[in-house]
C-alpha cells in the first residue's frame, strides 16, 4: 500500500438513469449521495461526463462540481472528468480557477481524452496547464494577477499513454480499471518512470464495485448492471434496468457473451467478501486510494453499497 496502511476510499459517480427515472432525478441522486459520502468519510466525490446516451445524465461536470462544492464541507469534489478535446482548454482552466477560488482546497480537475483526436490531446492538455500554471514570459497564457488558483490536474486513462503523459507533464494519474482490468500495474509502472517521479498520493485506481448485504443480492444487482454494459456494447443504449427486469430476461448469446467479459472488470458481494479484494487490489497496484464506481438502478442500492464498504474500509 505504497508504505501506509490507510486506504483512501473515493466515489466517482455518472449519475445513471434508471428505468422509469429522468435525468433530473438521476442528478438529484448524485447531489444526495455527495452528501451522505461526504458524511461517511469518502476523500474525494468526482463526476463524470457522458453525451448522447439514455444511460448517464452528467453532460456538464463543471456544473455538478459547483453545485456539489456548495451542498457538502469535506470532500474534494471534481470532474472524472471533463473530456477536454471538446471545449478550448482556456475555458476549462478559467471555469475551474473559479470554482478553486470559491472553495480553495476542494477542487480537482479530471481530464479525460474522449471526444476528439487522440494526437492532439497531449498539446491540449499541455495548454491547458499553461493557463492554469502560467511560466514568466507567456504572455498568451498568462492570467492577470489576481487570477484564482489553479486547482490539481488528473490525466484519467486506462492504457499506458495518458500514464506516460501524466509523467511527462507532472500531473496527477488514475487509472480506470473498470475499463481496462488487467493493465493497471503496467500503466502505474510507465508513471513512475516518468522524470517528475510522482509520489504515491498522486494516483489512483478506478474501479466499479457492488455491494449488498447478502450474496443473492449482489448477484441480482451485479446482473442488472451486466445486462445494461452488455446491450450497450451491443447498440442499444438504454436505462438502467431493474433485477426484476434483469431476473426474468431472456439473455441472447450475444448478450451473455458480452456479460462473462464485463464481468472481469466488477467486484460485487457482501463488503465481507469484497472489501479483502479491494485492499489485495490496492497493493497490487501500488495505489493507497481506489475510486468507486458502482451503478444499479436504484439510488438506494447504490447508495447502501458505499455505505457497506465505508463501514468496512474507513
Excluded: C
Excluded at 101 to 107: K, N
Excluded at 162 to 184: I, K, V
Excluded at 232 to 247: N, R, S, V, Y
Excluded at 292 to 308: C, G, I, K, Q, W
Amino acid at each position: 500500500m505504497s508504505g501506509t496502511t490507510t486506504l483512501r476510499l473515493s466515489v466517482l459517480d455518472q449519475s445513471p438513469v434508471g428505468t422509469g427515472q429522468t435525468p433530473a432525478d438521476a442528478l438529484a441522486a448524485t447531489a444526495a449521495l455527495a452528501q451522505e459520502a461526504d458524511e461517511l468519510g469518502y476523500h474525494r466525490f468526482w463526476v463524470a461526463e457522458h453525451h448522447d446516451t439514455e444511460g448517464f445524465a452528467g453532460t456538464a461536470p463543471e456544473v455538478l462540481v459547483g453545485m456539489l462544492l456548495e451542498r457538502t464541507r469535506n470532500l474534494r469534489i471534481g470532474s472524472g472528468g471533463v473530456l477536454l478535446p471538446r471545449y478550448p482548454a482556456r475555458k476549462v482552466a478559467e471555469t475551474f480557477r473559479v470554482l478553486s477560488a470559491l472553495h480553495p482546497g476542494r477542487v480537482d480537475l479530471g481530464i479525460g481524452r474522449a471526444g476528439g483526436p487522440a494526437r492532439d490531446f497531449p498539446d491540449r492538455v499541455r495548454e491547458l496547464l499553461r493557463h492554469l500554471a502560467p511560466q514568466p514570459g507567456d504572455p498568451a497564457s498568462t492570467p492577470p494577477p489576481a487570477s484564482p488558483p489553479a486547482p490539481p490536474v488528473w490525466l484519467l486513462g486506462a492504457g499506458t499513454q495518458s500514464a506516460r503523459l501524466a509523467a511527462e507533464l507532472g500531473t496527477s494519474f488514475a487509472f480506470a480499471h473498470f475499463f481496462s482490468p488487467d493493465h493497471g500495474p503496467i500503466a502505474f509502472a510507465r508513471f513512475a518512470e516518468g522524470p517528475t517521479g510522482r509520489a504515491s498520493e498522486h494516483r489512483a485506481l478506478a474501479v466499479r464495485v457492488i455491494a449488498a448485504d447478502t450474496t443473492r443480492d449482489a448477484d441480482a444487482l451485479a446482473d442488472a448492471y451486466l445486462l445494461w454494459r452488455s446491450r450497450k456494447d451491443l447498440g442499444h443504449d438504454e436505462p438502467h434496468p431493474t433485477t426484476t427486469h434483469a431476473a426474468r430476461h431472456r439473455w441472447t448469446t450475444d448478450e451473455s457473451a458480452r456479460a462473462a467479459a464485463n464481468r472481469a472488470a466488477l467486484m460485487h458481494g457482501t463488503a465481507d467478501d469484497v472489501g479483502p479484494r479491494l485492499l489485495e487490489l490496492a497493493r497490487v497496484h501500488g495505489v493507497d486510494e481506489l475510486i468507486v464506481n458502482t451503478l444499479t438502478h436504484d439510488p438506494e442500492a447504490r447508495a447502501h453499497s458505499y455505505r457497506l464498504l465505508a463501514k468496512a474500509l474507513l
